[in-house]
T-cell receptor
Framework: DTGVSQDPRHKITKRGQNVTFRCDPI?????LYWYRQTLGQGPEFLTY????????KSRLLSDRFSAERPKGSFSTLEIQRTEQGDSAMYLC????????????FGPGTRLTVL | AQSVAQPEDQVNVAEGNPLTVKCTYS??????LFWYVQYPNRGLQFLLK??????LVKGSYGFEAEFNKSQTSFHLKKPSALVSDSALYFC?????????????FGRGTSLIVHP
């Protein structure tokens, strides 16, 4: 069990640029979740996948945010035309589909928009 | 709708003393409840969960939590705190009615254990 990994760990970008983050889940997990966490807050749900199907995306913060999981393994989260308000920690988690499945989190990608 | 509250932003305790981090929740159906810990600039680490069964749940690093349905609470406890327990603790709830797999997290409680 190598855990959930995320890349990059840190990203500094200028306002208006596009950024993409990658998440590799635990290998036997077929559910994958994306969250945003700002200072002093708990994780805020963005979207999730079961295998390659994106089952919930209404909570993506704006149409500048999109996520993919093309082969049901790794996932990418893209933010287009970044704004300073997008600065946050972006967390990925994965789980199985069992009863009361536990989500296991990656280390996160910290985004700073200048 | 589901919600969770962590009424204390910060808890201070001396090393060796018992600690409690409070969590209350609101759901329409039955709850799944989780505790996570977060160290600086790191992701969340799973500590324990309540799904069904015994109201006292034991988890990692000597932590335990008690599910109290009448008080809609799920407080995290440890009999003897360590300085290394100092971190941010998050409670999360998922409502089993409606079939959603999306949890709601509290705002977190900063635990500070003094030597």
């Amino acid at each position: 069990d190598t855990g959930v990994s995320q890349d990059p760990r840190h990203k500094i970008t200028k306002r208006g640029q596009n950024v993409t983050f990658r998440c590799d889940p635990i290998s036997e997990h077929n559910r994958l979740y994306w969250y945003r966490q700002t200072l002093g807050q708990g994780p805020e749900f963005l979207t999730y996948f079961q295998n390659e199907a994106q089952l919930e995306k209404s909570r993506l913060l704006s149409d500048r945010f999109s996520a993919e999981r093309p082969k049901g393994s790794f996932s990418t989260l893209e933010i287009q035309r970044t704004e300073q308000g997008d600065s946050a920690m972006y967390l990925c988690a994965s789980s199985t589909t069992g009863l009361g499945d536990t989500q296991y989190f990656g280390p996160g990608t910290r985004l700073t928009v200048l | 709708a589901q919600s969770v509250a962590q009424p204390e932003d910060q808890v201070n305790v001396a090393e060796g003393n018992p600690l409690t981090v409070k969590c209350t929740y609101s759901v329409s159906g039955n709850p799944y409840l989780f505790w996570y810990v977060q160290y600086p600039n790191r992701g969340l680490q799973f500590l324990l969960k309540y799904i069904t069964g015994d109201n006292l749940v034991k988890g990692s690093y000597g932590f335990e939590a008690e599910f109290n349905k009448s008080q809609t609470s799920f407080h995290l406890k440890k009999p003897s705190a360590l300085v290394s327990d100092s971190a941010l603790y998050f409670c999360a709830v998922r409502d089993t009615s409606g079939g959603s797999y999306i949890p709601t997290f509290g705002r977190g409680t900063s635990l500070i254990v003094h030597p």
